[in-house]
């Protein structure tokens, strides 16, 4: 009796165990498929602009992802082209002196609103953390009217002013300070190093990778700005490279080919960057806690 | 090496003092170990004496002069902090030489007291190593090395050795004691470990909720302790504390036995408490000063520690680690005249 008993609930338990198992993997399958329909449509738009790219302009309406007659042409076109460059220095130039000044400036701000006290510390960090909810259309027209009444339209200084320190990037840095122990600070002032030196020699490398973070999503968000760019410039020879591609679609016909084709010679540095840099924007946006 | 004098130092956030009028002599070269609970005030005195914190009244002096208003770089002290603070992006070299960057020495004169530092703390062949390489006792080390070697005037020690495990920090209070006889710097050390303090320190400092109960060598603080705080505060297990009254020539204990002790600086019904360390206080055959039924044993190789219920109270008295007692034996107490400490029982300062 003792027996069968035992017996039975062994092959309760198991039975149990097994359609747990069922549902844990019916789960896994699931979340798989979920992740691979939302993998599907994030790269669908890039296999198409670099399949469209190797197309002749008959074949760019045919939504067929490898090209009947494929052709280099258009990269030949776009690269003999000397206003690509132009563009293209542009966006280099732009990105890489906003993410150097967004490093410097909003980890500077980020650290004196940690580490030090004083009137009105939380009143300022609050008023620049209110700035992350206006949206950029809203900001606009007041960058317009600044930059026109300092004569910085269609200057790079135009281009490059509204961005130059974020309060996304401030909020990111303090973030990361709050995680330099103070110990260190007050050993290398008793060491006798003046403030910015202990910003700069101590707290500047603890935070290393949250800087790589920063650094990554400046540099990504001044490579493809389109709205600011496009309004404060007039020249072609200030374009950026996304608003540049723009002068491929003229009224009569869109050269999407030659959009495509510009647009993925646009991602290389994207690419490198983010390919020297991703174990830090991994680790950074891990310890900053967000969602990448 | 230098004298550290502070007068009546006090501390206040904002309507809370902390530190209530501090008054200390520190001699050039002497250990002296400030020791308490959590929240006596005892790092907070520390880090005014670094700089750290700003002097809410009184003066801190180094070498004679008031230090107030300098900055900490000025004041040619070096500080050793709890969770060591040596920077993880450098190697021990550059720990180490960090402390001199600000230093007006050659190149060749700094390597060489890197160098002369490393070996002494036995950090030679680490030295290009990076802190995350290192065990707990190494780092340690480089985080003194770092403060010696600038040469400074008087070294600050904030609880060092907290986060070592107990091995490694018997090891560690050996090293900085023959560190300091070594170089004979002036050594203010933080910390709430009272075998620390008493292993350590030419003299202690013991405080309570900011201020500074007594100060003294550790015979002194043990053997003459000035109160009832201290008296507990200081030896392990704490010392037994048994309430009384005085009549005539003996004191009635509220656990219902009397002890017989001289009485003159006494008077007749005085409220007092009567301190007994349980070293002092032995299992012993023939009858003592007290007796009772031994409820608990704690064996600790060569001694035993007996917790006797006598009366409504619990001592703790020490027994022979090789015969203990056994729970539930009646055992008698045994304690030596001198062994007595008296105590006000209102005041709680001692009784000599």
Redesign the interface.
């Known amino acids: 009796m003792a027996f069968s008993d035992t017996l039975d609930t062994s092959k309760k338990a198991s039975a149990l165990r097994n359609s747990a198992r069922r549902k844990r993997s019916q789960a896994q399958f699931i979340r798989w498929l979920l992740l691979f329909a939302g993998g599907i449509a994030m790269i669908m738009p890039i296999v198409f602009m670099l399949s469209t790219s190797f197309k002749y302009p008959f074949e760019v309406y045919n939504l067929n992802l490898i090209p009947e007659e494929p052709t280099i042409e258009n990269y030949t076109y776009v690269l003999e082209d000397g206003r690509f460059f132009g563009w293209f220095t542009n966006s280099l130039l732009i990105a890489t002196i906003t993410t150097i000044c967004n490093v410097l400036f909003d980890s500077l701000v980020g650290y004196v609103l940690c580490k030090y006290t004083f009137p009105g510390r939380y009143i300022i960090f609050i008023a620049i953390l209110s700035t992350l909810m206006i949206p950029t259309e809203m900001l606009v027209i007041p960058w317009y009217l600044m930059s026109s009444a300092f004569g910085w339209l269609d200057t790079y200084w135009g281009i490059m002013f509204p961005g130059l320190m974020t309060a996304f990037g401030t909020f990111l840095m303090k973030q990361f300070f709050e995680t330099v122990?103070d110990?260190?600070l007050?050993?290398?002032?008793?060491?006798?190093?003046n403030e910015l030196q202990i910003w700069w020699t101590?707290a500047m490398?603890?935070v290393?990778p949250a800087l790589a973070a920063l650094a990554i999503f400046v540099f990504l968000g001044n490579w493809t700005a389109f709205i600011w760019p496009l309004i404060v410039t007039n020249s072609q020879e200030m374009y950026t490279l996304p608003v540049g591609l723009t002068t491929f679609s003229v009224e009569a016909q869109v050269e999407w080919e030659l959009i495509m084709t510009g647009a993925a010679i646009s991602t290389i540095p994207t690419l490198i960057v983010f390919l020297v840099f991703q174990r830090y924007i991994i680790r950074g946006v891990v310890m900053a806690g967000l969602k990448g | 090496m230098t004298t550290v004098s502070l007068n009546n130092l006090v501390k206040s956030y904002g309507d809370t003092q902390v530190l209530h009028g501090i008054n200390l002599d520190i001699q050039s070269g002497e250990f002296v170990v400030l020791v308490g609970p959590s929240g006596c005030g005892k790092s907070t005195t520390l880090r005014m004496i670094?700089?750290?914190e700003e002097i809410s009244a009184g003066d801190i002096r180094i070498g004679g002069d008031v230090v107030n208003d300098m900055?900490?770089?000025e004041r040619n002290?070096?500080?050793v902090?709890?969770?060591y603070?040596i920077?993880?992006?450098m190697t021990v070299r550059k720990n180490i030489g960090?402390?001199l960057?600000?230093?007006k020495l050659s190149k060749d004169e700094k390597d060489a007291r890197i160098n002369e530092v490393s070996g002494i703390l036995e950090l030679t062949d680490l030295l290009d190593r990076k802190p995350n390489q290192l065990s707990g006792g190494q780092r340690q080390r480089v985080a003194i090395g770092?403060a010696m070697v600038?040469d400074p005037a008087a070294f600050l020690f904030d609880e060092p050795l907290s986060n070592l495990d107990a091995q490694l920090r018997t090891q560690m209070r050996l090293e900085i004691k023959k560190l300091h006889q070594r170089v004979g710097n002036t050594i203010i050390f933080v910390t709430h470990d009272q075998v620390e303090a008493m292993t350590m320190a030419d003299r202690i400092v013991i405080m309570k909720d900011g201020h500074i109960q007594q100060v003294g060598t550790p015979f002194e603080v043990f053997y003459e302790p000035a109160n009832i705080f201290v008296a507990q505060f200081i030896g392990a297990p704490s010392m037994n504390m048994l309430n009384g009254i005085v009549k005539g020539e003996t004191i009635a204990l509220d656990n219902g036995t009397s002890v017989q002790v001289p009485t003159t600086k006494l008077s007749e019904n005085q409220q007092v408490a009567v301190g007994l360390r349980p070293d002092a206080l032995l299992v012993q055959e023939g009858e003592g000063l007290f007796s009772g039924e031994v409820s608990v044993i704690e064996p600790l190789g060569t001694d035993t520690l007996a917790y006797v219920k006598v009366g409504e109270k619990e001592v703790i008295a020490k027994a022979s680690g090789r015969t203990p007692p056994a729970v539930g034996d009646t055992v008698n107490l045994h304690a030596a005249p001198e062994a007595i400490h008296l105590f006000d029982a209102h005041t709680g300062e001692a009784i000599r």
């Open positions: 122990p110990d260190f007050e050993a290398a002032r008793i060491d006798g190093l101590v490398p603890l290393r | 670094a700089g750290l900055e900490p770089k002290i070096a500080m902090f709890q969770n603070a920077y993880p992006h960090f402390g960057r600000t230093s770092r600038r």
